[in-house]
């Protein structure tokens, strides 16, 4: 029997504050537990929460970006439930009104496009982190109260591919925006998907699975097609498929049950007495849109479009925020655009990967890039000397005075050079001798004699016309 597979994905994303959705508590991910917190984020009696505004804000971009419908009526609800990392024994959160519906995230999968509808965007506050020991549960109540968007899908993802796409461009937009730092590692964009098959043709969807906080992009694609691979199975054998919730383990790739659902759990929402709906102005949501930064599929149509760029290397530009960020500053700089992508993508990002170094680290400025580039393109220096030259730049050096140090300033003399070709074929007589035969690789070889002799400084192109030239004349 032929199944159709049905996702939908639920992601919990910390937003970038200097401080909590409802108190004035800091928050970073590497302090002393328990050292950035205060009276609201403990639910102590008599403590009121106060909306934080530049949460609204990001939220309000993310909805932008993502193409949703906002509300600018803000207003919160109270999900009651009693857990141990949860000070208050409820959650501040939007159930009934998100700031944002209806939006959309295309994605490319296996050459075609595919859209992907965003129910809805809802704010709320982080609960406090536990540990898990033996035989006691250790609490760090520095996340409690950290704000949270919750992007919430259509179930429109029918594979583990689709969804890895999905979440990675969610993840890239989100970066470019600045709203969060979208670390899945620390935690600050966490990943539940709702798994579920049924047959071809049928509009009736299977009981759902639910996998918790997949920390990675890798293993949200493992963890559905286990998943769905599981499912299929059990319905083989004609074992039912039950209502649960279950955790991916990165050890045997599998999904383990975690915990049975016998229904919805019933939290009792009601509006937050403590918060009154709060009216966002028309022009602010109009001044937010004004200073949108240029998202990646704008930026990537922009290179290939005004720099000449493939779409590989575009890409590859636009997959790393701070790579694209230098380009953009290279490029005000050089006449060749390509050859400056070329030199980012291929040398010196090969180099900092190399020295496991980053481009925001790296001592090798866009200006001094930019020279190299130039000295490149002018013919001052071979494109192999300019390799050389460009890993000497990697301690801070500037590239002309590593070229004059090194004396390698490129030869474009065609009567020097014409002087060395005439030396080179005199001491390889049988290199002509192949050649003359047929044997192609000879003319290579030459070619490398002459740039060996003149100590790499010839043109390479001027060399190679002059030995062909040479050649066909004998």
């Known amino acids: 029997m032929n199944y159709k597979t049905v996702v939908g994905i639920e992601i919990h994303l910390e937003l970038k504050t200097n401080t909590k959705m409802f108190s004035g508590a800091p928050y970073t991910f590497k302090a002393e537990a328990n050292t950035l917190v205060n009276e609201v984020d403990l639910g102590m009696p008599g403590t009121l929460p106060c909306v934080n505004h530049e949460a609204v804000r990001k939220a309000i971009q993310a909805c932008l970006a993502l193409n949703l419908n906002i509300d600018p009526l803000i207003r919160f609800d109270r999900k009651n439930y009693y857990y141990s990392d949860l000070p208050k024994g409820y959650q501040i959160t939007q159930q009934f009104h998100p700031i944002g519906r209806d939006g959309y995230l295309d994605i490319e999968a296996e050459g075609e496009k595919k859209r992907i509808r965003i129910e809805r965007i809802h704010m709320e506050e982080d609960t406090a982190k536990q540990f898990h020991l033996f035989d006691e549960t250790l609490i760090d109540y520095n996340r409690a109260g950290v704000p949270l968007i919750e992007i ?42 709702n798994v579920s098959i049924n047959e071809e043709g049928s509009d009736v969807f299977g009981t759902k699975v639910e996998i918790k906080n997949l920390n990675s992009i890798a293993n949200i694609r493992h963890a559905i097609d286990y998943e769905v691979n599981r499912q299929k199975e059990a319905l083989a054998k004609g074992e039912a498929i039950h209502q649960e919730t279950r955790r991916f383990d990165e050890k045997s790739m599998t999904t383990v049950l975690m915990r049975k659902k016998e229904g919805n759990v019933d939290y009792k929402y009601f509006p937050e007495p403590n918060i009154f709906p709060i009216r966002i102005k028309a022009s602010e949501i109009e001044d937010i849109k004004e200073h949108m930064p240029e998202l990646p599929d704008a930026k990537m149509a922009r290179y290939m479009r005004d720099f000449g760029l493939n779409e ?25 655009t390509r050859l400056a992508a070329t030199m980012l993508i291929s040398e010196l990002s090969g180099l900092l990967a190399k020295r496991s170094e980053d481009i925001t680290t790296t001592k090798v400025t866009a200006k001094n890039l930019a020279t190299l580039i130039q000295m490149i393109d002018d013919k ?10 460009l890993e000497a730049m990697m301690d801070g050096n500037d590239p002309k005075q590593i070229v004059k140090e090194r004396g390698m300033k490129q030869v474009s003399d065609e009567g020097a050079i014409l002087k060395i070709v005439e030396e080179v074929l005199e001491e390889n007589p049988s290199s002509i001798a192949d050649f003359k035969n047929g044997k192609d690789r000879a003319l290579g070889y030459l070619v490398g004699q002459v740039m060996k002799k003149s100590k790499g400084q010839a043109n390479p192109q001027l060399a190679s016309k002059l030995v062909k030239e040479k050649l066909m004349a004998n």
């Open 152 to 193: 919430v899908s259509k179930p429109d993802i029918s594979s583990g591919l689709e969804a890895s796409l999905y979440v990675e461009k969610l993840k890239q937009t989100l970066n470019y925006l600045d709203v969060s730092d979208t670390k899945m590692e620390e935690g600050s964009m966490r990943c539940d998907v």
């Open 312 to 336: 590989y290397d575009a890409n590859q530009l636009i997959q790393n925020k701070d790579l694209s960020i230098y380009f953009d500053k290279l490029v005000k700089l050089v006449k060749n």
């Open 380 to 389: 001052e220096i071979s494109s192999k000397q300019g390799k050389e030259v």
